[in-house]
């Protein structure tokens, strides 16, 4: 079963900076939570923990994230527009039947605002790249994945603020 991604590329007109995620989790496509959800919405997912923690404030709704980011000028998109899973698994590895995010992803890199983009993962860095081959305003940020456990949250947490707007 095709998947499409539920949330539309959220790019504040003030934006400098966008965040590149992947795909969604199998419970947000596939809208099987009760509770408000939005960008890095699994509950394992340590993004806005991250976020909450570098800019020292509760992030509770989707309007609280948005007020931040608007704030901040940082744009937020996936780099995967639909796809299907193997294993009904949420591993990035299992996504196959691909189609990119590029008219999204095309217009904001496009806009002279926008001096850096961050990918939260490697697979979103390898396919941006691809895409992307001559765009080199990009670098890759520790995956706030509970899989990507290299690095401690805390360390994860001091990269964000060395490389976020303040």
């Known amino acids: 079963m095709t998947e499409t991604h539920p949330y539309e590329p959220f790019v504040p007109t003030n934006s400098t900076?966008?965040?590149?995620?992947s795909f969604p989790g199998l419970h947000q496509t596939r809208?099987?939570?009760?509770?408000?959800?939005?960008?890095?919405?699994?509950?394992?997912?340590?993004?806005?923990?991250?976020?909450?923690?570098?800019y020292s404030t509760e992030l509770?709704?989707?309007?609280?994230?948005k007020k931040l980011l608007t704030l901040k000028g940082i744009a937020i998109t996936d780099i995967i527009l639909k796809a299907k899973r193997k294993?009904?698994?949420?591993?990035?590895?299992?996504?196959?039947?691909i189609e990119f995010n590029l008219n999204a992803i095309k217009e904001i890199i496009e806009n002279p605002k926008i001096v850096k983009v961050f990918f939260t993962s490697q697979f979103v860095e390898k396919h941006f790249k691809k895409?992307?081959?001559?765009?080199?305003?990009a670098e890759c940020l520790?995956?706030?994945?509970?899989?990507?456990?290299?690095?401690?949250?805390?360390?994860k947490i001091k990269i964000y603020k060395e490389k976020l707007p303040n």
Request: net charge neutral.
């Open 142 to 155: 520790p995956s706030p994945s509970p899989r990507s456990a290299r690095i401690s949250l805390e360390d």
């Open 17 to 21: 900076i966008l965040i590149l995620g």
């Open 87 to 97: 294993q009904e698994s949420n591993l990035d590895k299992h996504l196959y039947d």
């Open 131 to 137: 895409l992307f081959p001559d765009y080199n305003k």
């Open 60 to 65: 509770k709704t989707v309007i609280d994230k």
């Open 31 to 54: 809208k099987l939570n009760d509770y408000e959800e939005w960008f890095y919405g699994a509950k394992r997912n340590k993004f806005w923990k991250i976020i909450e923690t570098v």
